[in-house]
């Protein structure tokens, strides 16, 4: 087992809360992971690109507590979840932007056609390497941070 993948051993070991979105079951993984964080961070808002650092370092902690629950003796590698965080956020982010373009709606159209897809499928649909683990609960639960740490923001927008 990796020292620095989140395992139940991040109650007595925090900074696996972390290290468990950069660790990852090789360089295909990594690779993917990197595609995935990319998008969100080329599409962010002029205004809201100083957000971004700081809401992947809060949302890393807090859905890696959000998956403690159901790992029971597994170990989650990988940032897809901290990817999925960032597409909900950047994606409502791009909704209440005055230059209204459809790559809001696209963004969230697809990570929950994602979600749909895992869900139908009972996990992930795309071919991966061997020992390439899909946590599918890491992607709902990452588009529901994401979502969550956005809705403030957009609350006080329409309401100022």
Known sequence: MDPLALTSEALREPWRLWTGHLV???????????????VPALLV?????RHLLPLALLAAPLLSLLLLAGLGQDQYRGASGLACSLW?????????????????RLMLGGLLLKLAVETAFNGGFLLRPDGWQ???AAHLWGTLV???????????????
Not at 88 to 104: F, K, M, N, Y
């Open 24 to 38: 990852h079951f090789g360089w295909e993984h990594a690779l993917a992971n990197v595609f995935a964080l990319l």
């Open 88 to 104: 909900a956020w950047v994606g409502l982010r791009l909704l209440s932007a005055t230059d209204s373009t459809p790559t809001g």
């Open 134 to 136: 899909v946590l599918p």
């Open 45 to 49: 808002p002029r205004q809201d690109r």
């Open 146 to 160: 994401g979502l969550t740490c956005a809705l403030p923001a957009r609350f006080r927008l329409q309401h100022a």
